[in-house]
Antibody, heavy 118, light 111 residues
Framework: QLQLQESGPGLVKPSETLSLTCTVSGVSFSRDNSYWVWIRQPPGKGPEWIGSIYFSGSTFYNPSLKSRVTISLDTSENQFSLRVRSVTAADTAVYYC??????????WGLGTLVTVSS | QSALTQPASVSGSPGQSITISCTGTSNDIGDYNYVSWYQQHPGKAPKLMISDVYNRPSGVSSRFSGSKSGNTASLTISGLQAEDEADYYCMSYTSGNTLYVFGTGTKVSVL
């Protein structure tokens, strides 16, 4: 069964690093034309693309977040991860891991709420 | 890169048809047929309803259809049903400074 599941702390202190992992099951990382992505959605707002990683390890980031974001891949564990450094309250959101294929998101994780607060 | 513009809300009675617009620029909707639409119920992840402007994934009701003219894409829901009440977001590939841009979102209400 195709499934993506986010995991990580639900509460992060300001100025610290947000770290999330996405576990992928039932689908191959190496499918052509697939990009593994992180998308976030602040409360009451629309989604925002954070960045993508290809199975080769190539990454693409939203320029507005690029200086603070790292996305990495662990094919042996079927996981990919997100790190956002120096977080502020503006980083509070539901974070989704997902798959983009042929320029649309066809698979979404359930999402995990991350709150930035002291 | 600014978000694509959608009306904040659209409503209709059961059985009616409604259309949600999504306006972008020549850097995104106007230049690429990579517009997708997502339905999101409260507390749930978005669900793909339309890809590549017109294509309906397997399992999505034929009551949902997509179109595009110039820099504006549209999602039409015909035969509106109570279960269609949700938020809807468009998304487009873009040659702007981000790869993908989402819409501002439209809340659909069934009266």
């Amino acid at each position: 069964q195709l499934q993506l599941q986010e995991s990580g702390p639900g509460l992060v202190k300001p100025s610290e690093t947000l770290s999330l992992t996405c576990t992928v099951s039932g689908v191959s990382f190496s499918r052509d034309n697939s990009y593994w992505v992180w998308i976030r959605q602040p409360p009451g707002k629309g989604p925002e693309w954070i960045g993508s990683i290809y199975f080769s390890g190539s990454t693409f980031y939203n320029p507005s977040l690029k200086s603070r974001v790292t996305i990495s891949l662990d094919t042996s564990e079927n996981q990919f991860s997100l790190r956002v450094r120096s977080v502020t309250a503006a980083d509070t959101a539901v974070y989704y891991c997902a798959r983009i294929v042929y320029q649309h998101v066809d698979l979404w994780g359930l999402g995990t709420l991350v709150t930035v607060s002291s | 890169q600014s978000a694509l513009t959608q009306p904040a809300s659209v409503s209709g009675s059961p059985g009616q048809s409604i259309t949600i617009s999504c306006t972008g620029t020549s850097n995104d909707i106007g230049d690429y047929n990579y517009v997708s639409w997502y339905q999101q119920h409260p507390g749930k992840a978005p669900k793909l309803m339309i890809s590549d402007v017109y294509n309906r994934p397997s399992g999505v009701s034929s009551r949902f259809s997509g179109s595009k003219s110039g820099n504006t894409a549209s999602l039409t829901i015909s035969g509106l049903q109570a279960e269609d009440e949700a938020d809807y977001y468009c998304m487009s590939y873009t040659s702007g400074n981000t790869l993908y841009v989402f819409g501002t979102g439209t809340k659909v209400s069934v009266l």
